[in-house]
């Protein structure tokens, strides 16, 4: 039985993992999805914490989850901003970390920022945000909001509509500062990539990543876990039943 935990991306929840979860659950697996503070079901902090929330809150969040549960072992999966999570929290807690999947994520070198890594997208982000009581949010939830991360089902963008929240922009400006990253190099590295993102990404990075057997492509929408839910899981049942050696490579990428 694997343990995987489930880092979801900007303006999500832990929710957007359910239908991915439950297929991994119904193969025995142990499955958590946590949202991180501010966003998702914890939303509610937001008005209380918006200040204080950036990439390092986000990062201890997940590292005093894996704590706190005492989970070793796992395989981390981070969604597109979950990339810079993962990647802060694997950088912090390596020893509970058995492999780390990229699901169509930032891929971040030590001292970038998301804004470093994905700059277009962020800034045109930012045009469309706003300051609440100080703080300046971004992917302001609305209705339809979900074509954004490519969703284009009627009955997912209802879902979505409900469940998206803002997101506060000091996480994607701050940067991401690694302790120990030769251990973290030597983690297991696995990308999972939209088809159409392929040519945006770091070609040394994908190709290396190709050559070891840990790349897969999926041709849908960013939010893959929602569009191909049952592949995702597909996907990741294959990287817990894949045999590694030590060692991974890693690159900065959008």
Known sequence: MATFVL???????GWCYRPVAQRLRDQGHEVHAPSLTGL???AHLLPLLGRHID?????TDI??????NDLREVILVGHSYGGMVITGAADRAADRI?????LDAANPADGQSLVDVAGPIMRAAREFGETRDGVE???LPGEGAGALYGVTDPDDLAWMDARLTAHP????EQKL?????????ALPTFHVVCTSTLATRDPWLIKEARERGRLWDIDTGHDLMLTEPTRVAEVLLDIAAAPVESGAARQDGG
């Open 7 to 13: 880092v979801h991306g900007g303006g999500h929840g």
């Open 40 to 42: 998702g079901e914890r």
């Open 55 to 59: 990439l390092n809150t986000h990062v």
């Open 63 to 68: 590292t005093g989850y894996l704590y706190y």
């Open 98 to 102: 058995g492999r780390l999947v990229y």
């Open 137 to 139: 949010l971004v992917l």
């Open 169 to 172: 922009w000091a996480c994607f």
């Open 177 to 185: 500062v690694l302790t120990n990253a030769v251990r973290l190099a």
